[in-house]
Every structure is written in structure tokens, then in C-alpha cells.
């Protein structure tokens, strides 16, 4: 059973930044496929940003591209997310999610939360204008 633990959010001015940080234990870090999701109220669960669990290889949506950087610290069993020039509309909860091996051919990343096995319990960010 895999564990996901965020960290990193908080209260942040318009155009701040913040780098949010997920931790997993429990399994293989380097098999893992991860990504980043957020949830505003009334609003369904958003997917921001996915890594593969091989090559690197990374998806942002739209919303966030240009903005949001996902990394992966194997090492350290760590995903992050680098939030740059923040927006009020950026307020939600933010969750990262995994999942684990067999994974179909040719895909390196999953973008959609029901793609997704594993979740943390999320972690508020709050954008003030």
C-alpha cells in the first residue's frame, strides 16, 4: 500500500510563488506514475500536471502551462510542483495522486484522475488578490 503525503501549500499573494512536495513510502518510487490535481469548491478535480514514471517525459494542462514545473526526486521519494506567477483562480486544494505498475504500452504519463490508485489528503492553496 502506497502512501502519499503533501506538502507546501499556504497563503500567497498574486504573482507569488510556492513549490508544493509530495512524498511517497510504501513502494518502488522509480515504477511510480504521478501527478498533480486540484479541486476549488464546487468544481471538479482538476489534472495540473503528470511525469512518467520512466522517462521523464511531463503533461500540464493549459491552465498552468508556463507556470507550473513537476519534478520527481527519486532518491529522495519526493514529487514537487513549482507554482510560479499565482492567481486568485489558482485557489483550490491540490492533491497528488500515483499509480503503480502494469502500465499500457507506449504511455509514459496518465492524465486522468480516474487513472490514478493512489491519493494524498491534499493540501490547501489560497491565492489573495
Known amino acids: 500500500q502506497v502512501q502519499l503525503v503533501e506538502s507546501g501549500g499556504g497563503l500567497v499573494q498574486a504573482g507569488g510563488s510556492l513549490t508544493l512536495a509530495c512524498v511517497a513510502t510504501?513502494?518502488?518510487?522509480?515504477?511510480?506514475?504521478m501527478g498533480w490535481f486540484r479541486q476549488a469548491p464546487g468544481k471538479e478535480r482538476e489534472t495540473l500536471a503528470a511525469i512518467s514514471w520512466n522517462d521523464g517525459s511531463t503533461y500540464y494542462a493549459d491552465s498552468v502551462k508556463g507556470r507550473f514545473t513537476i519534478s520527481k526526486d527519486n532518491a529522495k521519494k519526493t514529487m514537487y510542483l513549482q507554482m510560479n506567477k499565482l492567481t486568485p483562480e489558482d485557489t483550490a486544494v491540490y492533491y497528488c495522486a500515483g499509480r503503480s505498475p502494469p502500465y499500457q504500452l507506449g504511455r509514459s504519463y496518465y492524465t486522468s484522475p480516474y487513472e490514478y490508485d493512489d491519493w494524498g489528503q491534499g493540501t490547501q492553496v489560497t491565492v489573495s488578490s
Open positions: 510504501g513502494r518502488a518510487f522509480r515504477s511510480y506514475s
